[in-house]
C-alpha cells in the first residue's frame, strides 16, 4: 500500500511562490510514477504536472515554465515547486501515485489522473490579488 501526504499550501499573494510536499510511505518514489493534481471549486480535477518513474516530467500546459516537480528520493518525498502563482491557480491540490504505470505521464496529466491508484487527502492553495 502506498500511502501520501501533502503539505504546504496556504494562501499567497498573485505572483508569489509556494512550496508543496507529498511524503509517501510503502513504496519508493523512485519507482513510482507520481503527480500533482488539483481541483478548483464546481471544476473537474486537473492534472497539474507528473513525473514518472523514469524522471520523465509532463505538464498541464497552463503551468508550465512556472511549476516544477522533482522527488527527493532520500526524503521518500514529492515536490511541486510553484511561482508565479496566478489567481486561478487557487484549488485544493492533491498528490496521486501508481505503480508500474504505463499509460504515461502525459495521459496521467491530460486526464486528471483518471487510472492513478493512490492518493493524498489535498492541501489548499489560495492566490489572492
Known amino acids: 500500500q502506498v500511502q501520501l501526504v501533502e503539505s504546504g499550501g496556504g494562501s499567497v499573494q498573485a505572483g508569489g511562490s509556494l512550496r508543496l510536499a507529498c511524503a509517501a510511505s510503502?513504496?519508493?518514489?523512485?519507482?513510482?510514477?507520481m503527480g500533482w493534481f488539483r481541483q478548483a471549486s464546481g471544476k473537474e480535477r486537473e492534472g497539474v504536472g507528473v513525473?514518472?518513474?523514469?524522471?520523465?516530467?509532463s505538464y498541464a500546459d497552463v503551468v508550465k515554465g512556472r511549476f516544477a516537480i522533482s522527488r527527493d528520493n532520500a526524503e521518500n518525498t514529492l515536490y511541486l515547486q510553484m511561482n508565479s502563482l496566478k489567481l486561478e491557480d487557487t484549488a485544493m491540490y492533491y498528490c496521486?501515485?501508481?505503480?508500474?504505470?504505463?499509460?504515461?505521464?502525459?495521459?496521467?496529466?491530460?486526464?486528471?489522473?483518471?487510472?492513478?491508484?493512490?492518493w493524498g487527502q489535498g492541501t489548499q492553495v489560495t492566490v489572492s490579488s
Open positions: 496521486a501515485a501508481d505503480t508500474y504505470y504505463s499509460s504515461g505521464g502525459a495521459f496521467a496529466v491530460s486526464s486528471g489522473g483518471s487510472d492513478f491508484g493512490y
Open positions: 510503502g513504496y519508493s518514489v523512485s519507482r513510482l510514477c
Open positions: 513525473i514518472d518513474s523514469d524522471g520523465s516530467e
